[in-house]
């Protein structure tokens, strides 16, 4: 049974940090691509950034470029996205995707962690 687990959300003022993790359990990273998406009040899921688990090779989304970082931990099968100079546009339920590595599309999703940035 494939299980992405996601923690680390909360409550933080502009101009903080945030570090979230997403715990992989049932799956082979090594086929995999891991992805973290974000889906603010009333629009739709969007992209920001993705990691290809053999390689380490990274894509982020134009708007956090320079200040989120997607990681990742081998041995604990996580997958982190540090967060810096947060804005209130910032603000949404985050979440942790796999894809496998060959294909299109994204097949396991986590259930979400809510990130607030107040102003």
């Known amino acids: 049974q494939v299980q992405l687990v996601e923690s680390g959300g909360g409550l933080v003022q502009v101009g903080g940090s945030l570090r979230l993790s997403c715990a992989a359990s049932?799956?082979?990273?090594?086929?995999?691509?891991m992805g973290w998406f974000r889906q603010a009040p009333g629009k739709g899921r969007d992209f920001v950034a993705t990691?290809?688990?053999?390689?380490?090779?990274?894509n982020y989304a134009d708007s956090v470029k320079g200040r989120f970082t997607i990681s990742r931990e081998n041995t604990q099968n996580t997958v982190y996205l540090q967060m810096d100079s947060l804005v209130p546009e910032d603000t949404a339920v985050y979440y942790c995707?796999?894809?496998?590595?060959?294909?299109?599309?994204?097949?396991?999703w986590g259930q979400g962690t809510q990130v607030t940035v107040s102003s």
């Open positions: 990691m290809i688990w053999t390689t380490g090779a990274t």
């Open positions: 049932g799956l082979t990273l090594s086929s995999y691509r």
């Open positions: 995707a796999a894809g496998h590595r060959l294909a299109a599309g994204w097949v396991y």
